[in-house]
């Protein structure tokens, strides 16, 4: 149950304030369903998702509300993704990592 929490939290966090509060590279996969269309500010969700991933996390996406080439147009523009699979409504993305 203190799992749902978190996660609870982690969610409200990211869409308020665009913070989950978690350390930097400690998670594998990040889930973004049926959302991104509404959201205000997505870049910094974006931004925020690439932070907590692992090298080589993964980013799941899904968005009914958006067409094959504003997705990944959307999350790989900045550089902070790179398309790694695509099924039939389900994109996944690979965090980038700077080796500069």
Do not use: Q
């Not at 308020?16 to 350390?23: E, H, N």
């Not at 990944?72 to 996944?92: A, C, H, P, Q």
């Amino acid at each position: 149950m203190e799992e749902f929490w978190t996660a609870k939290r982690c969610y409200v966090n990211i869409l308020l304030k665009r913070s989950t509060s978690l350390p930097d590279n400690s998670i594998d996969v990040a889930l973004l369903y049926d959302i991104f269309h509404n959201l205000s500010k997505p870049k910094g969700i974006l931004e925020e998702i690439h932070r907590v991933l692992k090298p080589n996390g993964i980013l799941s996406f899904s968005d009914h509300h958006m067409k094959e080439g504003e997705i990944i147009s959307k999350v790989t523009n900045k550089g902070l993704f790179s398309l790694s699979k695509k099924g039939e409504k389900t994109y996944g993305f690979l965090k980038r990592v700077n080796n500069s």
